[in-house]
T-cell receptor, first 110, second 112 residues
Framework: GENVEQHPSTLSVQEGDSAVIKCTYS??????FPWYKQELGKRPQLIID?????GEKKDQRIAVTLNKTAKHFSLHITETQPEDSAVYFC?????????FGTGTRLTIIP | DADVTQTPRNRITKTGKRIMLECSQT?????MYWYRQDPGLGLRLIYY???????NKGEISDGYSVSRQAQAKFSLSLESAIPNQTALYFC???????????FGPGTRLLVL
């Protein structure tokens, strides 16, 4: 089955700086890669996703890049703000099932 | 997402007890999923269902069972709860042909 690895497990950045979270996947048949944000005590919420026929997608301060050859994808958050503090999960879809990474706890330092 | 609800939101039970967690959705989605979240382990798939007559095991189904009573309802049962089933449980839904999954608010379960 699919295996998704996510790094780093914790990340602290100064407010206004950029944050990058990286994931790798194992199944070359996976074709959909969402990123979820989970605030403390809340449910995971989709923040951005990318499909395997696209190399990059951007939504305001958030962007995701995908390298199918290397089987890795990354989340980029620019101009970080205190409300970006949360746990972020990457995931990969194969056979209609999502396999999640283990999460990155992002802390924005004021 | 208020269209996906879970009951109860919190539950404390004892080892050996049977417990049921319920998920309901008003989104009209046909696919429903149960996940378990543990610190440092992310979300792991327990069971999933594509419709009322289609139930599939996920990555960690041992010790769990499910029932899809209707398209809108998907229940997760622990027949004989054990302490290592203490976790946060999430239900999620999606529509066939659309990959995005929508999560319920979660049920925090403590097994003593």
């Amino acid at each position: 089955g699919e295996n998704v690895e996510q790094h780093p497990s914790t990340l602290s950045v100064q407010e206004g700086d950029s944050a990058v979270i990286k994931c790798t996947y194992s199944d070359s048949a996976s074709n959909y890669f969402p990123w979820y944000k989970q605030e403390l005590g809340k449910r995971p919420q989709l923040i951005i996703d990318i499909r395997s026929n696209v190399g990059e997608k951007k939504d305001q301060r958030i962007a995701v890049t995908l390298n199918k050859t290397a089987k890795h994808f990354s989340l980029h958050i620019t101009e970080t703000q205190p409300e970006d503090s949360a746990v972020y999960f990457c995931a990969a879809t194969g056979n209609e099932k999502l396999t999640f990474g283990t999460g990155t706890r992002l802390t924005i330092i004021p | 997402d208020a269209d996906v609800t879970q009951t109860p939101r919190n539950r404390i039970t004892k080892t050996g007890k049977r417990i049921m967690l319920e998920c309901s959705q008003t989104k009209g989605h046909d696919r429903m999923y149960w996940y378990r979240q543990d610190p440092g382990l992310g979300l792991r798939l327990i069971y999933y269902s594509f419709d009322v007559k289609d139930i599939n095991k996920g990555e960690i189904s041992d010790g769990y069972s499910v029932s899809r009573q209707a398209q809108a309802k998907f229940s997760l049962s622990l027949e004989s709860a054990i302490p290592n089933q203490t976790a946060l449980y999430f239900c999620a839904t999606r529509q066939a042909g659309i990959e995005t999954q929508y999560f319920g608010p979660g049920t925090r379960l403590l097994v003593l």
